[in-house]
């Protein structure tokens, strides 16, 4: 309700000490995550808690009683597909609440529920979208009905016990519904848990691999595609959320926004903050931006902090003449081999390995040998090999 809601207003003359602030703030709000101990083959790990239930009013429902039996406020992320206690909190706090969470989850996942299909013809389908589909939703659930067409073929999908799904079908004179899926699209595991929108099926281990590859891969592609051979279509981001745990999301997403920012590296630059994740556009024409994750401003064509009393080619000589001593950077790029990237400048100290660098301003792939530019990987090796 309204009387339940906060505002907490802030005000500074520092933006240093503003963008401090909001940290804290956003840091006590974000508080900790739920997590369990999962056994996966002989390695125990960390996973978040969340089940899709959480999502609903029922969901919200829970997690507010759990919350005030332990005098503590219990949120549901829907984005993020997290559970969060803000504030700071110590472990004699936070274990009954993960128990009771715990039993919730054990509970629905006992209770899971099968997906069922029946294929339809053209009169069958207009007829449930006409009204039958709400029908059908009266006895399987909200939500657990529903009407998609795959190509040329028109199908309903049923989340629900068997029973339920065929009283469905027997009430509305449909055929009978069928279990199941095919096999995983790698290994050809039976009944694969799983199930993408476009209708192919991995099981767990197949499916976490790949989306560990698209995430590491050293030339990612994006969007990711589902790998069945007669597919090649992008796995939409629900169904990734429902099947990546919220670290594997999150480990894609930040992959999917570095390739972003490389395929457009002449229109986006990262804030000039070190640690700050955010990015603002590029410009032809000086204009102050303020970052809204860490409230840095940046002039958005030079890249620096605002200069008003200069243009951005005064103030970069400026920069250069004051800030960098040009006599002790020459000296120490020639003691440590520290280079300039001959696409964005970026300075760059090469600490062993092999002469393929990635320049980390502009991720520009570089023969450190002659310091020649690649867009690829593999164009790199192909010139050294040839070298």
């Not at 992320?77 to 997290?82: G, I, N, V, Y």
């Amino acid at each position: 309700s309204k009387d339940d809601l906060v505002t907490l207003r802030v005000s500074s003359e520092s933006q240093k000490n503003m963008s401090a602030i909001k940290e804290l703030i956003e840091r006590l709000y974000r508080g900790g995550l739920l997590q369990r101990d999962v056994h996966v083959d002989d390695e125990v790990r960390e996973v978040e808690l969340w089940d899709p239930f959480f999502e609903t009013a029922g969901g919200d429902a829970f997690l507010r009683d759990v919350g005030r039996d332990a005098g503590v406020v219990v949120l549901a992320d829907r984005e993020a597909q997290l559970i969060r206690i803000p504030g700071l909190h110590n472990n004699k706090v936070l274990e009954p609440v993960i128990k009771k969470i715990e039993e919730m989850m054990d509970s629905l996942r006992q209770a899971t529920k099968v997906e069922f299909r029946v294929s339809l013809d053209k009169t069958m389908f207009h007829r449930l979208v006409k009204g039958g589909l709400k029908e059908a939703e009266k006895i399987v659930g909200a939500g657990n009905a529903k009407l998609k067409i795959e190509g040329s073929s028109r199908v309903m999908f049923f989340t629900c016990a068997e029973e339920s799904a065929r009283r469905v079908c027997k009430q509305l004179g449909l055929p009978s519904p069928t279990a199941g899926h095919q096999g995983c699209a790698i290994c050809d595991t039976a009944d694969p848990p799983v199930q993408l929108s476009c209708g192919h099926g991995y099981c767990k281990d197949c499916f976490d691999m790949q989306m560990h590859v698209a995430s590491t891969a050293r030339d990612k592609r994006f969007p990711t595609l589902c790998y069945h051979p007669s597919c090649n279509k992008a796995i939409i981001l629900p169904d990734l959320r429902r099947y990546l745990t919220p670290s594997q999301f999150t480990s894609l997403l930040s992959a999917s926004i570095i390739q972003h920012r490389i395929t457009f590296q002449k229109s986006l630059r990262p804030c000039r903050k070190p640690d700050c994740p955010d990015i603002c556009a590029i410009t032809t024409t000086p204009i102050l931006h303020t970052c809204q994750a860490c409230l840095t401003t940046t002039c958005t064509h030079c890249g620096t902090e605002p200069h008003p009393d200069w243009t951005c080619e005064e103030h970069t000589q400026h920069r250069d003449n004051t800030i960098r001593d040009p006599m002790q950077l020459a000296a120490y790029k020639r003691e440590t081999d520290t280079r300039d990237c001959p696409n964005c400048h970026t300075l760059i100290e090469k600490d062993g390995g092999c002469n393929h660098v990635k320049c980390p301003g502009c991720y520009k792939h570089l023969c450190w040998k002659c310091m020649a530019v690649f867009d690829e990987s593999h164009e790199v090796y192909m010139h050294l090999g040839d070298a």
